[in-house]
């Protein structure tokens, strides 16, 4: 097995791009936007994929792929941008965490200040990703802020963090359609919805790796909430998921080719399901990043509807 690079993260996987080929200067803020663990702006952009998916099939105006190109820029530097500031709000935590706590921050790499400044850097760029959108979009993309500024300080207070991860993850479903329209409809709430039952669902698997140190530390997850239980726990957020994006896509009007292409969609979610270990961390951490498959499978659903 390959050595990882010094300073790298301990859930990084091993010979990542950041680790063998990032300048040296750059890598501590690679890694601390996960640049080095894409699946974090993978599950940020599908939800925006998945609308403008959506509407192209409600208006008939054909998939928009120049739109899909700028929210995969966005999505990887707000992601980028949401971890940063996570890693600043949370330095203190993620140093009493095995698996966080060789992050850029906790471990003495970057400062809070260089931190902030990278914040913003990156901020600048989903502002100028944003400000190619229509007047109603750019002000849809700002209200999102202030979901992903409480996000990291819900872990202190409830056992629902992974909601209000939802709420800030999926909020491209209602922007990818207003992109579009400028306004939003019903199918855009419903897919929000669906999106946000499917968050809470990857990330209670994501957060069983933690569940003995966040016990110690008091940190709160849906993970600890549903316990023994977090098979049934997840299948009942996945069904919900799976439920509102098939309404969400017959008030959109899809065809049969979209639902009989989302049974793979549906399949991914039973399977992941079905082999959840609940004190299997490395098998935790496999399922999750599977869901960016079950993000293009959906999302290719969705574009084979739009051209029949």
């Known amino acids: 097995m390959q050595d990882q690079s010094p300073?790298?993260?301990?859930?990084a996987p091993r010979g990542n791009w950041v680790d063998r080929h990032a300048p040296q200067a750059a890598k501590p803020y690679l890694r601390m936007?996960?640049?080095?663990?894409?699946?974090?702006?993978?599950l940020l952009f599908w939800p925006c994929a998945y609308a403008l998916g959506l509407v192209a099939i409600a208006t008939g105006t054909g998939f928009n792929w120049w739109h899909l190109v700028l929210f995969f820029i966005g999505a990887v530097a707000m992601r980028g941008a949401g971890c940063t500031f996570n890693d600043i709000v949370d330095r203190d935590i993620d140093d009493k965490v095995a698996r966080t706590r060789?992050?850029?921050?906790?471990s003495g790499q970057v400062s809070v200040r260089q931190a902030a400044m990278w914040l913003v850097a990156q901020s600048l760029v989903g502002l100028a990703v944003l400000v190619q959108f229509n007047p109603f979009s750019i002000l849809l993309?700002?209200?999102s802020l202030g979901l992903v500024?409480?996000?990291?300080?819900?872990?202190?207070?409830?056992y629902w963090p992974q909601l209000f991860l939802g709420f800030a993850f999926s909020w491209g479903a209602l922007l990818g359609w207003a992109t579009v329209t400028g306004t939003l409809a019903l199918p855009a709430f419903i897919l929000y919805l669906g999106c946000i039952?499917?968050?809470?669902g990857y990330d209670t698997i994501y957060a069983l790796q933690d569940v003995e140190d966040d016990v110690l530390i008091g940190v709160k997850s849906t993970a600890r909430l549903a316990g023994e239980k977090v098979r049934p726990f997840v299948a009942l957020f996945y069904s919900v998921a799976a439920v509102l994006w098939l309404i969400a896509a017959a008030l959109s009007g899809a065809s049969l080719v979209f639902f009989a292409l989302f049974a793979v969609t549906a399949a991914h979610l039973c399977w992941q399901v079905l082999t959840i270990e609940r004190i299997n961390g490395a098998r935790s951490l496999m399922l999750f990043k599977s869901n960016h498959w079950l993000g293009m499978a959906f999302t290719l659903a969705l574009v084979a509807d739009t051209l029949v």
């Open 197 to 200: 039952s499917w968050t809470i």
């Open 7 to 11: 300073g790298s993260v301990a859930d």
């Open 33 to 42: 936007s996960r640049l080095d663990r894409p699946i974090g702006y993978q």
């Open 102 to 106: 060789s992050r850029p921050i906790p």
């Open 141 to 143: 993309g700002i209200a």
């Open 149 to 158: 500024a409480i996000y990291p300080f819900m872990k202190r207070v409830t």
